[in-house]
């Protein structure tokens, strides 16, 4: 029992992990309906970033981590108003934009911070706590705190304050916004520039429990992605949700199963997912009819 606990608690840890870097999927997505490709990098970077300001130009940590998260940020400001913004609506040309930062990202971070895992100190030091037959880390407290803080933030944001919605006109309908006296390209580049700083603060906050690569940053984004796409894009208020399935399937797979099967278990659950989104239902029953029959029969009653 003590180990299912103990392995709970890592899983909840990670699920936060995944929410924040989810939430800056969503808010590309609510705003400018722009899949951020960046995403991962800004994670690996704002982890990177705060091993860099902290363990070699000794900062204390907190100070370390807000300055890397608000370069990060800096970073995103910079790619949406000189490349996202020319693009305008063109969707194909800004995602191939990000694609190019996420890799002008990795191979920086490769160049400047090496290949190997960096562990930055941690924002609350200590033992873990014992809580019964459970060792809970005072980061791995930091990480969910933060997280439902975050979550809970963008959901009143949006659905309570007059800029959250008016931010959200922007992707619903762009031309409408406008005509509203909306200024449609301020709030994306708002919407991305936040994006950036909730995927660095995800990077600042694990990388003390979780060592950090210059090549790991877009497998977490991926990982984050279908965790919000199980709840549908842009749904901040059930993200939690698809966040802590994709961490237990991982964790619980790793912990009981095998380490090696995890990603493979995570990434072949994406696939049927997408797939499902993609093929209609007729198409569905048809292929059912193919491999299936009987189970089709029973489920088209």
């Known amino acids: 029992m003590a180990e299912f606990l103990q392995l709970t608690l890592a899983n909840i840890t990670l699920a936060a992990v995944y929410l924040l870097i989810g939430q800056g999927w969503n808010l590309s997505i609510a705003v400018s309906g722009l899949l951020n490709l960046a995403i991962g990098g800004t994670y690996m970077i704002g982890g990177m970033l705060s091993f860099r300001f902290a363990a070699e130009w000794g900062m204390p940590a907190a100070v370390a981590a807000l300055v890397a998260v608000a370069a990060v940020a800096a970073i995103a400001l910079v790619v949406e108003r000189l490349l996202l ?80 919605r008016a931010m959200r006109a922007c992707a619903d309908n762009p031309d409408g916004a406008r005509g509203l006296g909306i200024d449609v390209p301020r709030q994306r580049t708002i919407a991305y520039t936040a994006a950036g700083a909730l995927a660095a603060l995800a990077g600042v906050l694990i990388a003390p ?47 009981y199963v095998s380490s090696d099967y995890r990603d493979v278990v995570v990434l072949s659950l994406l696939l049927m997912m997408l797939l499902a989104k993609v093929v209609r239902p007729t198409e569905r029953l048809r292929l059912l009819n193919r491999f299936a029959p009987r189970f089709s029969a029973v489920s088209s009653r």
């Not at 693009?87 to 971070?109: F, H, K, W, Y």
């Not at 895992?117 to 706590?129: T, V």
């Not at 199980?230 to 698809?242: C, E, H, Q, R, S």
Request: glycine fraction near 10%; hydrophobic fraction near 55%; aromatic fraction near 8%.
């Open 85 to 164: 913004r020319p693009a305008d609506d063109r969707v194909v040309v800004q995602i191939i934009a990000t694609i190019g930062v996420s890799m002008v990202l990795i191979e920086a971070a490769r160049h400047w911070f090496g290949v190997d895992p960096l562990k930055p100190p941690a924002l609350l030091p200590g033992d873990p706590i014992p809580i019964g037959s459970v060792l809970v880390p005072p980061q791995a407290v930091c990480v969910i705190v933060v997280a439902v803080v975050a979550t809970v933030g963008l959901q009143v944001f949006f659905r309570r304050s007059d800029p959250g």
């Open 209 to 255: 429990l979780i060592p950090i690569t210059y090549a790991g940053g877009d497998f977490m984004a991926l990982k984050a992605f279908m965790a919000i796409a199980i709840v549908g894009l842009g749904n901040f208020a059930w993200a939690p949700a698809g966040a802590l399935v994709v961490a237990s399937v991982e964790g619980y797979i790793a912990g």
